[in-house]
């Protein structure tokens, strides 16, 4: 069974990445919540676990997540376990910080989708999105952000699976990344269907809210 994570701050595109993973047919589980272009692919229960230690604008409270570090292994342990032996992945900016107290055995099982866009691109767009002082904003994702890179490490030393996808390309270059996307998850999808998905995805604002064409078969 896949174990997708996907690491990225806020407005790292993360969301359209997640629309774009849940096209290939990966599941993420039935608690997802809305957000502001629709479906944003992260369940609820993770906010709920990560939300007293981490929140826009705020300091992150380090002393708090490791302190609940059995608690949001086994949450996080869980909703994979949930799903067995489905394909499935999470996803929520929390995650950054959340990861870092979970333990190597965990983290060895999962396969990471990184996303790389620039920090400074980032920050500049929370700025925009978010109504906190924006001095704090951007203490805050530069604070998350140094957590993904830990956990990062942590997973390249543990031989973790990772691709980097970088929000920036997907404007540029869709068909290959979502190609080279559908490669490293080990989806099959064929030109028809990657056409679909760029259709899909290639309008402002981004809307998610399911597969644009059946999948073809995955064999």
């Keep these: 069974m896949k174990k997708i994570v996907i690491l990225g701050t806020h407005n790292s595109g993360s969301t359209l990445l997640a629309g774009l993973v849940h096209s290939l047919g990966i599941n993420f589980g039935n608690r997802i919540s809305m957000g502001g272009y629709g479906v944003s692919y992260e369940d609820a229960g993770i906010y709920s676990a990560l939300r007293p230690f981490v929140a826009m604008g705020q300091p992150i409270d380090w002393e708090g997540l490791r302190g609940d570090s059995e608690k949001i292994t086994t949450f996080i342990a869980g909703f994979f376990e949930t799903w067995r032996p489905i394909p499935t992945g999470i996803k929520h900016?929390?995650?950054?910080?959340?990861?870092?107290?979970?333990?190597?055995?965990?983290?060895?099982?999962?396969?990471?989708?990184?996303?790389?866009?620039?920090?400074?691109?980032?920050?500049?767009?929370?700025?925009?999105?978010?109504?906190?002082?924006?001095?704090?904003?951007?203490?805050?994702?530069?604070?998350?952000?140094?957590?993904?890179?830990?956990?990062?490490?942590?997973?390249?030393?543990?031989?973790?699976?990772?691709?980097?996808?970088?929000?920036?390309?997907?404007?540029?270059?869709?068909?290959?990344?979502?190609?080279?996307?559908?490669?490293?998850?080990?989806?099959?999808?064929?030109?028809?269907?990657?056409?679909?998905?760029?259709?899909?995805?290639?309008?402002?604002?981004?809307?998610?809210?399911?597969?644009?064409?059946?999948l073809p078969p995955q064999g």
């Design 93 to 214: 900016p929390f995650l950054c910080a959340g990861l870092t107290v979970v333990g190597d055995e965990h983290l060895k099982e999962f396969t990471f989708l990184n996303c790389s866009r620039p920090i400074s691109e980032s920050v500049a767009g929370a700025q925009d999105s978010y109504s906190q002082p924006p001095d704090k904003v951007a203490a805050y994702q530069l604070e998350l952000f140094d957590a993904k890179l830990e956990v990062l490490r942590r997973a390249t030393a543990l031989g973790c699976p990772i691709m980097d996808w970088n929000y920036n390309s997907m404007m540029t270059e869709s068909r290959q990344v979502i190609r080279d996307l559908a490669s490293f998850l080990d989806r099959k999808a064929d030109d028809e269907y990657i056409d679909a998905v760029i259709k899909r995805y290639s309008t402002r604002p981004f809307r998610f809210s399911g597969l644009p064409i059946p």
